[in-house]
C-alpha cells in the first residue's frame, strides 16, 4: 500500500514538471510548476494552470494559466477589438509575420472578481483563423511567473 501511495505522489508531481506539447494544430512548451490539462470541455485547443494559488479576496485562485484558442474565421483586427473591449487597460499592440502571415503580441489587464491580472496575447493567423495564445498572471505574481509564460508563449508555434 505505501508502494502505491508513494507512486501516486511521484506520477502527481511529474505532472507540473515541463513538457512540450504537440498537436496537429500547434506546439507549446509548457513551463514547470503548470499542469497540463486533459479530457477539458472548455472549448480551448490547450489549457494549463499553475500549481501554485493567490488570492482574490477570501477565493483560492491559480496564481497563472497559460491557453490557446481558436478564433475562426475572423482577423487579428477583430480579435484585438474584442480583447481590448473586455480589458480594463490594454499597455501594447506589436505585429509581425509568422510564416508570412500577420501575428501580433498584446498585453493587457482585466478586473476578474475583484482581482487584477495581467494577460499577455501571442495572436497568429493562419488561413481563415486567428490563434489565442495567452498567459493570464494574477498581477501581485507578475515578477514571480511572467518569465515562465513569456517563455511559453514564445515556444508556441501554429502548424
Aim: hydrophobic letters at 35%; charged letters at 35%; proline letters at 1%.
Amino acid at each position: 500500500m505505501v508502494w502505491a501511495s508513494t507512486r501516486i505522489k511521484k506520477n502527481a508531481a511529474a505532472a507540473f514538471d515541463a513538457e512540450s506539447v504537440e498537436t496537429d494544430q500547434f506546439v507549446i512548451r509548457k513551463p514547470e510548476g503548470f499542469l497540463h490539462v486533459l479530457n477539458d470541455d472548455s472549448g480551448l485547443a490547450f489549457r494549463s494552470y499553475s500549481k501554485e494559488f493567490g488570492k482574490v479576496g477570501d477565493r483560492d485562485v491559480r496564481r497563472a494559466t497559460i491557453e490557446i484558442e481558436c478564433h475562426a474565421g475572423t482577423d487579428i483586427e477583430s480579435v484585438k477589438e474584442a480583447i481590448e473591449g473586455q480589458a480594463e487597460k490594454n499597455s501594447s499592440f506589436e505585429t509581425y509575420l509568422d510564416a508570412e502571415e500577420k501575428a501580433a503580441w498584446m498585453t493587457s489587464t482585466r478586473i476578474v472578481d475583484g482581482g487584477e491580472f495581467e494577460i499577455t496575447h501571442k495572436l497568429v493567423t493562419r488561413g481563415s483563423d486567428v490563434w489565442e495564445a495567452r498567459g493570464t498572471v494574477l498581477t501581485e505574481y507578475r515578477d514571480e511567473l511572467t518569465e515562465n509564460i513569456q517563455a511559453a508563449l514564445d515556444s508556441v508555434r501554429v502548424k
